[in-house]
């Protein structure tokens, strides 16, 4: 007798339906355990997150955990229902950090399909989602957009509608200061010794462009174990078996990996801009790969003055793969990334002013 009903697929394209309500398993207790193992896996040094001290000197009760491990915990749990049969998460938009989260905090998503484009190929389709994560008083800490390939249960054409949402190219001004404000930081305490720089709101200028410098090479165990700890059960990231007969013949690296590498290079440059406020869109220009070394620069598009005591900075970053940042790549004269970007993501942070 072979079970029918108690295991899963996953959805696949034709599962979706515009509208469609998802309450995703399983909620997430986030532990110490967690942010120690997401150190040592980039090998993030932003002090915020990496000293109650630090952290009670902003007013905080202790340190909160990574932007970026949040953001990658709450993608995760979307993953079974969303993306589990998917071929590549294609972008984000949209994206903002309402709440600080600490260790102990349990956290759940729940998403919304609000757009649906089936390819021409007959074998493909994608998948737009609004997810939303809250906290254990149902407080919402993040909300965010992404888009999704997704693979069809049948090859060939189904006549889906169309329907594409209205996606912001940008976080508004007036959410990003409403967002830095609610966070009740106290910066006048702000150890620029401790954090790594004495770089200021007022030190940086629209156009600026900084080479991180440093380089960080992906190892198969590493973004392995990086999926799992956001329990982000994605075929194409684990299962050789099949993907070794697939379109790269070996598994790709989580999306989400490349972020936090990216992310972490970062401090080299701007190690004061300590917290993440907002996402304002984001592409995965090319897939990567265990073995490929990833660099990255960014570069400042805009400025935006929060209070007498913070500012907040947009930054342009892009992840280089197998090649030094100093080059500054970006999009060629074609419109179409250089080859050696794997990563271009556009986000709001907010930086200490000058005392």
């Not at 190219?169 to 106290?186: G, R």
């Not at 074609?334 to 556009?346: A, E, H, I, M, W």
Request: hydrophobic residues 35%.
């Amino acid at each position: 007798m072979t079970s029918q009903n108690k295991n899963s697929v996953g959805n696949f394209f034709e599962d979706f339906s515009l509208n469609q309500k998802i309450d995703h398993a399983t909620p997430r207790t986030i532990t110490h355990g967690d942010v120690a193992l997401y150190t040592a896996l980039y090998g993030t040094r932003f002090a915020l997150h990496s000293s109650n001290e630090f952290a009670k000197n902003l007013a905080l009760r202790e340190s909160p955990i990574d932007d970026f491990l949040l953001f990658n915990i709450a993608f995760g749990k979307t993953v079974p229902d969303i993306s589990l049969n998917a071929l590549a998460n294609l972008g984000y938009a949209d994206c903002k950090f309402l709440k600080l989260v600490y260790p102990g905090d349990t956290i759940k998503s729940t998403s919304h399909v609000i757009g649906l484009k089936e390819n021409s190929n007959g074998e493909t389709g994608v998948v737009y989602v609004n997810s939303i994560c809250t906290n254990q008083n149902n407080e919402v800490v993040l909300d965010f957009k992404r888009w999704v390939m997704v693979k069809k249960k049948n090859k060939g054409s189904l006549d889906t509608k169309t329907t594409l949402p209205e996606l912001p190219n940008e976080l508004s001004k007036v959410d990003i200061q409403e967002i830095a404000l609610s966070y009740n930081f106290d910066l006048n305490n702000f150890n620029h010794t401790d954090s790594g720089s004495t770089a200021s709101f007022e030190d940086f200028t629209v156009g600026e462009k900084i080479d991180h410098i440093d380089g960080m090479t992906v190892e198969e165990s590493e973004h392995m174990l990086a999926t799992k700890l956001y329990q982000n059960t994605a075929k194409v990231h684990f299962n050789h078996y099949y993907e070794k007969e697939g379109r790269f013949g070996k598994r790709i690296v989580y999306g989400g990996h490349v972020i936090s590498l990216v992310r972490s290079l970062s401090f080299n440059g701007l190690a004061n801009a300590f917290k993440i406020v907002g996402i304002n869109g984001g592409s995965h220009a090319a897939p990567c790969f265990a073995g490929k070394t990833v660099f990255s620069w960014s570069e400042i598009i805009d400025v935006l003055d929060i209070n007498e005591n913070i500012g907040a900075i947009r930054i342009k970053t892009n992840g280089i793969g197998d090649a030094p940042a100093s080059d500054f790549q970006d999009k060629n004269e074609d419109g179409k990334f250089n080859q050696n970007v794997l990563l271009s993501l556009d986000y709001w942070a907010l930086i200490p002013k000058k005392k």
